[in-house]
């Protein structure tokens, strides 16, 4: 039996294009390092294309195709990438920077099981193979969109031969801001480990907030979710015990998420203390926020290699056993 022909669609869109700059290299360097930060970006790159307005359409190991309804989404969304991975690289080796080269292009696209693919998307990738790393090019056509919108300077590339088109395609490097703020921590920062800690837990904070929030959560109560949810039935002292918090602190926390029936109570035996568990409205709900919490964690210990990051779970480990073992001794 024959299968029906998948329809193709054609549309006129805004192509962007990305990929690592060097990433055989860096493979061959540091396999572990370098995907554990290419996850990490890789997720900066999908929330700025959905803030941008923008699909993902294709992407293959280091590389990734969006389409945008205007060219001006997809160079503010290129810029914005490209800002954001700077900031992380700025504390990680020069030779484990995981860098993205970027290509925008305005043109005719086919669209087919949701993959782009056509001159418009050959030409993008050109664009991308020519942009320096760190950096964005635009074909003639989307600089002529976005020139007269965007304060931006460009460096004119001259024309380029594309790969199986015979026409030369005019291209343009967008010249970098040279005023970038110094994020270097200033000396009571570097030397204080009080003021880094309170820095990386307000960091943390934040991170945790923006997933949490829309949740009608605090930034605390996904521990909670974590703790039902490898081994339901716990009494609320156990679960203080799991998650670090003192007992009133947690029984308000699941006075809450009961009320909003994510947990629900199970009566101890004689006048032993309630279980609790996930309801399966809970369940659901922490399988939507644990792989956007696994994000967070990536996003935070971005700058660190594998090894770097299990050191310091270990060191901060230590650190914590230590010092709970301390305030609880007689």
């Known amino acids: 039996m024959t299968k029906p022909a998948i329809p193709i669609r054609r549309r006129l869109a805004a ?15 540091d396999e ?16 700025q294309i959905t803030q941008h307005n923008g699909r993902t ?18 160079v503010r969304c290129a810029l914005d990438v490209q800002e954001r991975i700077a900031a992380v690289n700025e504390d990680v ?17 086919m669209i087919r099981n949701g993959d782009i693919f056509g001159d418009g998307v050959s030409i993008a990738a050109r664009m991308e193979k020519l942009a ?11 600089h002529e969109y976005v020139r007269k919108v965007l304060p931006l300077s460009f460096d004119d590339l001259g024309m380029q031969v594309v790969k199986n088109l015979s026409t030369p395609i005019q291209a343009y490097m967008i010249h970098p801001s040279t ?16 003021n880094l800690g309170r820095r990386f837990d307000r960091v943390l904070t934040a991170e945790l907030t923006e ?8 930034a605390v109560e996904p521990a909670v979710f974590a703790s039902l949810h490898d081994a339901p039935g716990f009494t609320e002292r156990r679960v203080a015990e799991r998650i670090g918090c003192d007992l009133a602190s947690v029984q308000r926390m699941m006075k809450h998420l009961e009320r909003r029936e994510w947990i629900c109570r199970a009566p101890g035996a004689g006048n032993r203390p309630h279980l609790f568990s996930l309801t399966p409205e809970g369940l659901e709900l922490y399988a939507r926020l644990h792989p956007a919490i696994l994000a967070v964690r990536d996003r935070v210990m971005a700058t660190l290699s594998e090894r770097e ?17 301390r305030r609880t001794s007689p």
């Open 132 to 142: 320096q790393p760190g950096l964005v090019c635009l074909s003639g056509t989307a």
């Open 179 to 194: 005023s970038v703020p110094s994020r270097t921590l200033p000396p009571v920062h570097r030397h204080n480990e009080f």
């Open 211 to 218: 997933i949490t929030e829309p949740e009608g959560l605090t």
């Open 57 to 74: 359409a294709n992407t293959a190991g280091d590389s990734i195709v969006a389409e945008f309804p205007s060219a001006v989404d997809a």
């Open 93 to 109: 080796p020069q030779e484990r920077r995981v860098v993205f080269r970027i290509g925008v292009h305005v043109g005719g696209v």
């Open 309 to 325: 990051r299990d050191s310091l779970q270990e060191l901060l480990g230590r650190v914590i056993s230590a010092n709970e073992t």
């Open 15 to 29: 192509i962007f294009c990305a990929d690592v700059a060097a990433y055989a290299r860096l493979m061959r360097i």
């Open 32 to 47: 572990a390092g370098t995907l554990f930060l290419l996850n990490a970006h890789s997720d900066v790159l999908d929330r």
